[in-house]
């Protein structure tokens, strides 16, 4: 249904074919989260994998900045309707982390837990095969505390609300467990380029 | 609040059937739901434009209404005047268009209608549109649940629905309201004449009757950030404190 009198702002981009249905490009970088913005020292921070209930193995901030480094620039889409083109980022890959961790891919499902008690979940599809890492910097900086530092989770193809802020742990699982956003309205996997933005879309 | 699994939350078309200029910068428009939702004071609805070209432009938008006012809901949107769709708004849409929207979205900032414990709203400009849901929910279900609202704007004349936070408040020994004036002289002696921080946060918090059990704030992310510090430093759990911060 066209809207009456409204054109667009026009973006008069070049990019518009990486611009998914319903987003608009952004330069900035909005800051979105649910709760209060927690404080997490590289001196306590910690990060475990598990399978189920199991931790397998858990790295300190100096452990796992020793894992290798990998450089990754992405378009992200947030589910809020902006995206935002060539992000750099640098971090460990999942790979490389479950790697280290001597682990194959126990379950095809991963849930991610975050420092204030926020969890995702990913398939190990979409985490595996270089395609997502733990971010421990943007734009060659340590990754600012507004957005999930010291460490957070990057996956780029899938809306932002999957890429965790401040998180802390990867947890394989039997099923497909819906993490906080999921339970609370929003897609179980959340593909931009299908607008997978809610329960069902 | 989980939305049930089995249905999705479709598009309607929907009537814009009232506007008012509240401040210099926030209009309210009315719309007329052609298929009306429950829904929860807190939650947004998304609006979808269409260009003649296809292109859409998609935003979200908190219910500024009660939920109790049955097949109307009313949207507080401030102009952006680096923005695509406010100015849209603001400029061009009129009463009797029809605009596509879908809702109720949202499962995490939702007023707690079986709340005990005191409630404290801390929110700027726009930022109000979900708390003022809250507020009059509450005053529909004629809720006591001990309620403060922070709110700060830049002048008196700034303040979204300023007489009726008023006229709630010198009606109800159990809602307080606290404005921080940040650009003008607030009149009030219950009212703060600075930007918000911490010891204001705490000030309000002990207006009262006992600590928050839930705390909703909302606006940008650096006077959210500014306020859920000031909530953490007066002694409350991150756990109860919501957050929505304008997106892009």
């Given at each position: 249904m066209v809207t009456r009198g409204f054109t667009g702002k026009g973006t008069g981009s070049d990019f518009s074919d990486r611009i998914p249905p319903g987003q608009h490009q952004v330069d900035h970088f909005p800051v979105l989260t649910a709760g209060p913005t927690p404080r997490v020292e590289p001196s306590d921070w910690k990060f475990t994998v598990k399978v189920g209930p199991r931790p397998v193995k858990v790295w300190s901030w100096a452990e796992f900045n020793a894992l290798p480094q990998t450089k990754m620039t992405r378009d992200i889409h947030c589910v809020t309707s902006w995206s935002k083109?060539?992000?750099?980022?640098?971090?460990?890959?999942?790979?490389?982390?479950?790697?280290?961790?001597?682990?194959?891919?126990?379950?095809?499902?991963m849930l991610a837990h975050s420092y204030d008690g926020y969890s995702?979940?990913?398939?190990?599809?979409?985490?595996?095969?270089?395609?997502?890492?733990?971010?421990?910097?943007?734009e060659g900086?340590?990754?600012?505390?507004?957005?999930?530092?010291?460490?957070?989770?990057?996956?780029?193809?899938l809306y932002f609300w999957k890429s965790a802020k401040w998180v802390n742990a990867l947890q394989f699982t039997e099923r497909d467990e819906p993490g906080f956003w999921?339970?609370?309205?929003?897609?179980?996997?959340?593909?931009?380029?299908?607008?997978q933005r809610y329960t069902n879309d | 609040m989980?939305?049930?699994?089995?249905?999705?939350?479709?598009w309607q078309t929907s009537a814009i059937i009232n506007t008012i200029q509240q401040t210099a910068t926030i209009k309210s428009f009315f719309f007329r739901l052609a298929e009306p939702f429950s829904y929860t004071a807190g939650q947004h609805v998304d609006v979808r434009l269409t260009a003649p070209n296809g292109y859409v432009a998609m935003r979200s938008y908190s219910i500024a209404s009660s939920p109790s006012d049955?097949?109307?809901?009313?949207?507080?949107?401030e102009r952006l005047s680096d923005g695509e769709v406010s100015p849209f708004f603001h400029d061009v849409a009129a009463v009797g268009d029809e605009i596509e929207l879908r809702g109720p979205l949202g499962g995490h900032f939702l007023w707690p209608e079986r709340a005990t414990a005191p409630v404290l709203l801390i929110g700027a400009g726009s930022g109000l549109a979900p708390l003022m849901a809250m507020i009059r929910q509450r005053r529909a279900l004629a809720q006591s649940v001990a309620t403060a609202l922070l709110l700060s704007a830049r002048?008196?004349?700034?303040?979204?629905?300023a007489e009726e936070l008023f006229k709630t408040e010198a009606a109800d020994p159990h809602f307080h309201l606290a404005l921080a004036i940040t650009r003008d002289c607030p009149e009030r002696s219950t009212d703060f004449d600075r930007r918000i921080d911490s010891a204001m946060v705490a000030d309000v918090v002990g207006r009262l009757p006992?600590?928050?059990?839930?705390?909703?704030?909302?606006?940008?992310n650096g006077f959210v950030n500014i306020a859920a510090d000031g909530a953490l430093a007066a002694g409350l759990q991150a756990g109860a404190v919501r957050t929505e911060r304008y997106g892009g």
């Open positions: 083109l060539n992000t750099a980022w640098e971090g460990v890959l999942i790979d490389d982390i479950l790697a280290d961790a001597g682990l194959g891919s126990p379950t095809d499902f995702t979940n990913v398939p190990l599809a979409d985490l595996a095969s270089g395609k997502a890492m733990v971010a421990l910097k943007y900086q340590p990754l600012p505390r507004d957005h999930g530092g010291p460490a957070r989770l990057l996956v780029p193809h999921e339970l609370r309205g929003y897609h179980i996997y959340g593909d931009p380029w299908r607008e | 989980i939305e049930d699994g089995a249905l999705s939350v479709s049955t097949g109307i809901i009313e949207l507080a949107i002048t008196k004349s700034d303040v979204l629905f006992a600590q928050p059990g839930d705390v909703f704030i909302c606006g940008s």
